[in-house]
């Protein structure tokens, strides 16, 4: 794919020359795989899960797991026209020349962009139609707990904790080479490894039926489970994307939630809760920023709030953020989960935005799904929010939860209206915003059996909320989109049929079916319609005296546990979080002399809870906060460091740039100044902007730094810390002044790939016209014709091409647009463009 980087919309998606990359000889690996997402890169680069499995692959000399991720529809074009296939972004190697491709399946909106994926590596959608020559397809990720709907197209998937599991199938890929063995003789030998499901090791018997076991001795398929995340190890010089969603060094302080939400799929099926420890944490944060140069770092869990030390583990890290204005941001947060101490930490370095989750309305609603959440600590929690100079507060709920009535939804408007009337009038830019989705009903949870509302009833509900929400100043609403859900709702439950929606869908052109913009249900109802199947057959509801099409797949929790959940909710009872009060015998864990669920593992494992302190230690008396910030606007020193853009980085933006260079600087540990204010800054500029896609041995960058140094000791910090093709040449001492001279003049080497001599006469066509008359669209978006002839002070040959002087006195143009308008009809593959220096005026 690499060679067709200059004509690719946004190459840098498809470079794999990042930082923190990981690259192998070839020659020294038994067995590569591709960690594939199904998904664009941005979204991909945010996800934890394939940092996690690609240390844990990498760290084993003999593995290679590369990266892969579903190229837009204008890339795929442009690949179809020139017959490349689909391949990984660090070796460029065709999927379809590997030993396995791993897909992550985090949610069932993904299964098209799969088929696509395969279908541009020329890979067999089915396993059935897949032999020996084909890599190993396997799953991993939460959709796999209701594995069916896509079963047919995998060999295999990893059900549960992967780190552990899937270098385990890769060990037995590797043997399986050694020994020459058959792809089904492979199979058996995988379903050994805990959490490995073989689809076509289970027979489908029908709607209603349970699945059938054809292996003797493997009729249920327990989830892979890491009993301590303590002995696993966790990436810290990850791979920093150019450019992410979620951009940010992301720390996973705990694995699993016992808070016991019933509609929460991954609060069900990760349990138990595992934390990691303060001294794990601690290391991990320390060297995972000063490996990556991060600038913000996130706090993960399922519920980060309900961490048992929570606040010790601010106490520890807080300074070191504060010092070098890394952001801390604190995603799933439950009401009341953070103490005034915590709030305030988070507001002295910077206010990322505050996120609550009371999920319902009333307080019976959020009985029945039993949330946890009262009125008068949420109203508390906002308070404490507006008085550490936050401005605004967004709460996430919920519509069509099982026994919700208009009055509930009623009871959304007026919380939200409590919280905006908690926030007092010294709040000016006061902004409170309810974000709804629909309730989709998920497998291995107690509303497993519940019907999802129809589509017109979502619509009706997200109407009737919108007309309330229209009567209010201040607060404002914004909802998941109804087709979305509907179509979640199809596939969340759904059993093998749905394999041949999937496939006509994707052949009738559905594809990112979770992006807005991209979303068609058509191709879902055609392929419904033509194979017989009902809608509303998969959203509705389900007999708990019947079989579900995942029952041979277990993630602990019994069947009981689920079904007296399922009693509590619709009776509107609490169930405390076992980690602080009474066990609930799920059948997962090993706690209070239980027996878990999880026979095989529990063996050699110790399944049960594992936190630091047996109470949330946010519920003690927390000492006041107190700590002198360093004072980042400080400015020591004024540098042009001077450097070349070559290779991979020739196709890095501006903008990316950016932050490639304060990252850098930030592993160099040489400490840029910030500007003062409410969102401090970098100190640091660029000068003209090159095209995406030019090379240049002679670029420059400015920087104010807080500390003083010398020239070459700014250039030897850097040049270990630059990603593949930036390389720092040289430094130059400026003074403190923000006025600093601008080049004028640009010299580039132009080099043609073919039709020489067409583009020869082109360029010397151009020099002898006085006029060459160009349509420039200004910053209003007016079209105007520009002479650009003059830009063009001298023109020479040289052995490989032309040698041009840009003049930028008068007037400036990307040398990328303005060579191509000289060289009509020619495309970025035809030539190469190089800055070789930049000229100054001399005063």
């Given at each position: 794919m690499k060679e067709l980087l200059p004509i690719l919309p946004r190459p840098t998606r498809y470079l794999g020359s990042e930082w923190g990359a990981t690259f192998k000889d070839p020659s020294t690996v038994t067995v590569r795989c591709a960690l594939a997402f199904p998904d664009m890169y941005e979204i991909g680069m945010s996800y934890l899960g394939q940092k996690i499995l690609s240390l844990a692959v990498n760290q084993h000399p003999q593995f290679w797991a590369e990266r892969v991720f579903t190229p837009c529809e204008e890339t795929t074009a442009i690949m179809r026209e020139h017959g490349v296939p689909l391949a990984t972004l660090e070796s460029d190697t065709p999927l379809g020349k590997l030993d396995a491709i791993a897909f992550s399946l985090t949610h069932e909106l993904c299964y098209t962009n799969i088929l696509y994926m395969l279908d541009l590596a020329d890979i067999p959608f089915r396993a059935a139609d897949r032999d020996e020559s084909h890599p190993l397809i396997i799953a991993g990720g939460g959709a796999t707990f209701n594995a069916e709907p896509m079963a047919p197209f995998f060999d295999a998937m990893v059900i549960g904790d992967g780190e552990e599991s899937l270098p385990s199938v890769l060990s037995c890929i590797e043997q399986g080479k050694q020994d020459k063995i058959s792809r089904d003789e492979l199979l058996h030998r995988l379903i050994k490894i805990p959490?490995?499901?073989?689809?076509?090791?289970f027979e489908d018997q029908g709607p209603g039926e349970p699945y059938k076991p054809l292996v003797d001795g493997y009729e249920v398929v327990e989830k892979a489970v890491v009993d301590d995340l303590n002995t696993t190890p966790f990436p810290t010089g990850v791979t920093v994307p150019f450019g992410a969603v979620h951009d940010r060094l992301t720390l996973e302080i705990a694995r699993g939630c016992t808070r016991g939400c019933r509609f929460c799929q991954a609060g069900m099926i990760y349990r138990p809760v595992r934390e990691r420890s303060l001294d794990n944490l601690d290391e991990i944060l320390t060297k995972g920023l000063a490996e990556t140069g991060y600038e913000e770092t996130s706090l993960l869990s399922l519920s980060t709030g309900d961490f048992s030390a929570l606040d010790s583990l601010f106490t520890r890290s807080f300074d070191k953020c504060a010092a070098e204005q890394i952001s801390i941001s604190l995603p799933s947060l439950r009401v009341g989960s953070l103490s005034a101490p915590i709030m305030e930490r988070i507001s002295s370095i910077r206010r990322t935005g505050?996120?609550?989750?009371?999920?319902?309305?009333?307080?019976?609603?959020?009985?029945?799904i039993n949330k946890g959440v009262d009125e008068e600590g949420l109203i508390k929690h906002v308070r404490m929010l507006f008085d550490n100079g936050w401005q605004g507060v967004k709460l996430y709920f919920m519509i069509g939860l099982p026994t919700e009535t208009d009055e509930d939804l009623d009871a959304i408007v007026d919380l939200c209206l409590k919280v905006r009337d908690a926030a007092g009038k010294h709040i000016k830019r006061l902004q409170v915003s309810a974000a709804?989705?629909?309730?989709?009903?998920?497998?291995?949870?107690?509303?497993?059996?519940?019907?999802?509302?129809?589509?017109?009833?979502?619509?009706?509900?997200?109407?009737?909320?919108?007309?309330?929400?229209?009567?209010?100043?201040?607060?404002?609403?914004?909802?998941?989109?109804?087709?979305?859900?509907?179509?979640?709702?199809?596939f969340?439950?759904?059993?093998?049929?749905?394999?041949?929606?999937?496939?006509?869908?994707?052949?009738?052109?559905?594809?990112?079916?979770?992006?807005?913009?991209?979303?068609?249900?058509?191709?879902y109802k055609k392929a419904m319609d033509e194979l017989g199947l009902s809608w509303d057959e998969f959203t509705g509801p389900r007999d708990p005296e019947k079989s579900?099409?995942?029952?041979?797949?277990?993630?602990g929790l019994t069947k009981k546990f689920l079904l007296k959940e399922r009693e509590r909710a619709l009776s509107g009872t609490i169930t405390d979080d076992c980690?602080?009060?009474?066990?609930?015998?799920?059948?997962?864990?090993?706690?209070?002399?239980?027996?878990?669920?999880?026979?095989?593992?529990?063996?050699?494992?110790?399944?049960?809870?594992?936190?630091?302190?047996?109470?949330?230690?946010?519920?003690?008396?927390?000492?006041?906060?107190?700590?002198?910030?360093?004072?980042?606007?400080?400015?020591?020193?004024?540098?042009?460091?001077?450097?070349?853009?070559n290779g991979p980085s020739a196709y890095l933006s501006q903008l990316e740039l950016q932050a490639v260079?304060?990252?850098?600087?930030?592993?160099?540990?040489?400490?840029?100044?910030?500007?003062?204010?409410?969102?401090?800054?970098?100190?640091?500029?660029?000068?003209?902007?090159?095209?995406?896609?030019?090379?240049?041995?002679?670029?420059?960058?400015?920087?104010?730094?807080?500390?003083?140094?010398?020239?070459?000791?700014?250039?030897?910090?850097?040049?270990?810390?630059?990603?593949?093709?930036?390389?720092?040449?040289?430094?130059?001492?400026?003074?403190?002044?923000?006025?600093?001279?601008?080049?004028?003049?640009?010299?580039?080497?132009?080099?043609?790939?073919?039709?020489?001599?067409?583009?020869?006469?082109?360029?010397?066509?151009?020099?002898e016209t006085k006029e060459f008359l160009i349509e420039k669209r200004t910053k209003k978006g007016v079209l105007k014709k520009v002479n650009i002839r003059p830009i063009i002070k001298e023109l020479s040959e040289n052995e490989n091409g032309l040698t041009i002087v840009f003049d930028w006195r008068e007037i400036y143009m990307s040398p990328l647009t303005l060579s191509m308008k000289v060289m009509e009809g020619v495309t970025q593959l035809d030539f190469t463009l190089t800055k070789t220096a930049q000229r100054f005026d001399k005063k």
């Open positions: 959490g490995v499901y073989v689809p076509s090791f505050a996120t609550l989750a009371p999920e319902a309305g009333s307080q019976r609603m959020r009985d029945v709804v989705s629909p309730f989709v009903p998920k497998p291995q949870t107690p509303f497993q059996w519940e019907p999802q509302i129809s589509y017109d009833e979502i619509y009706r509900r997200i109407g009737y909320l919108r007309g309330e929400f229209r009567k209010h100043k201040r607060i404002s609403i914004k909802y998941h989109e109804p087709q979305m859900t509907s179509l979640e709702g199809v969340s439950r759904g059993d093998r049929r749905l394999a041949d929606v999937v496939e006509k869908a994707y052949a009738s052109g559905a594809l990112f079916s979770s992006w807005k913009d991209h979303l068609n249900l058509e191709p579900l099409p995942w029952d041979h797949l277990s993630c980690r602080y009060a009474a066990c609930r015998n799920c059948g997962v864990c090993e706690f209070d002399s239980h027996v878990s669920t999880l026979e095989t593992q529990a063996k050699d494992k110790d399944i049960r809870p594992k936190v630091i302190f047996t109470k949330r230690d946010q519920e003690n008396e927390q000492p006041p906060y107190s700590i002198e910030k360093p004072d980042l606007t400080v400015r020591e020193s004024h540098f042009r460091i001077w450097y070349e853009k260079f304060e990252r850098a600087f930030r592993r160099a540990r040489l400490p840029l100044s910030f500007s003062a204010g409410f969102h401090p800054m970098p100190k640091l500029s660029f000068g003209k902007a090159l095209p995406v896609g030019v090379s240049s041995s002679a670029e420059w960058i400015r920087i104010y730094l807080r500390e003083d140094f010398e020239p070459a000791e700014v250039v030897k910090r850097l040049i270990p810390n630059m990603p593949t093709g930036l390389k720092p040449l040289k430094a130059d001492k400026l003074t403190m002044s923000k006025k600093q001279p601008q080049s004028v003049e640009e010299v580039f080497e132009l080099q043609f790939a073919r039709d020489t001599e067409k583009r020869m006469a082109q360029w010397t066509k151009f020099m």
